[in-house]
T-cell receptor, first 115, second 114 residues
Framework: NAGVTQTPKFQVLKTGQSMTLQCAQD?????MYWYRQDPGMGLRLIYY???????DKGEVPNGYNVSRLNKREFSLRLESAAPSQTSVYFC??????????????FGQGTRLTVV | KNQVEQSPQSLIILEGKNCTLQ??????????LRWYKQDTGRGPVSLTI?????NTKSNGRYTATLDADTKQSSLHITASQLSDSASYIC?????????????FGKGTKLSVKP
């Protein structure tokens, strides 16, 4: 049981380049999330998808786009990377219902450096 | 503003000792509170979940408490082990609303030394 799988694990981009971070979950979860984690800032929500076919902005959406491709997959795209987007990116998923359903399962993270 | 604050920011203890991490929140309406453990270079993993009516919950050597009146939670680690070295993150879920409503604390970085 793989859980939440993110690719790639590491990436170096030049300013202005674009890339897509991939995320897939095999737990039949309804909700999926993208977070970024910076030193001293904790985890901040970029975008989330409460269910297949819907996406919503989180706390820090500027410079990012997302696609909920199907129930399993949720991708994050950087159209024109900037040094401020250097961070560790985590994808997560949850059942999406109350109580135990709010537990978020996280991927291993993608360490992105923009130079 | 919905906030979760954790203390201390970092903590160093000797192997075998106990420690307590604190979490204060100003989140409303409250649904539940979770403690996550994040090992270096890994994603966070849930340790415990506590709802409004629960005061204490244990998971092995980890014991979480919740005081919904004062909006405080603590995570007590007993007989610490080197493998307990990690960041511990307090996360509060908002009741109802969208599924994006998870409020994260910044975490406490625990180092257990031999």
């Amino acid at each position: 049981n793989a859980g939440v799988t993110q690719t790639p694990k590491f990436q170096v981009l030049k300013t202005g380049q674009s890339m897509t971070l991939q995320c897939a979950q095999d737990m039949n979860h309804n909700s999926m999330y993208w977070y970024r984690q910076d030193p001293g800032m904790g985890l901040r929500l970029i975008y989330y998808s409460a269910s297949e076919g819907t996406t919503d902005k989180g706390e820090v959406p500027n410079g990012y786009n997302v696609s909920r491709l199907n129930k399993r997959e949720f991708s994050l795209r950087l159209e024109s990377a900037a040094p401020s987007q250097t961070s560790v990116y985590f994808c997560a998923s949850s059942l999406g219902t109350g109580g135990a359903g709010t537990e978020a399962f996280f991927g291993q993270g993608t360490r992105l450096t923009v130079v | 503003k919905n906030q979760v604050e954790q203390s201390p920011q970092s903590l160093i203890i000797l192997e075998g000792k106990n420690c307590t991490l604190q979490c204060n929140y100003t989140v409303s309406p409250f649904s539940n509170l979770r403690w996550y453990k994040q090992d270096t270079g890994r994603g966070p993993v849930s340790l415990t979940i506590m709802t409004f009516s629960e005061n204490t919950k244990s998971n092995g050597r980890y014991t979480a408490t919740l005081d919904a009146d004062t909006k405080q939670s603590s995570l007590h680690i007993t007989a610490s082990q080197l493998s307990d070295s990690a960041s511990y993150i307090c996360v509060v879920s908002l009741y109802g609303g969208s599924q994006g409503n998870l409020i994260f604390g910044k975490g406490t970085k625990l180092s257990v030394k031999p």
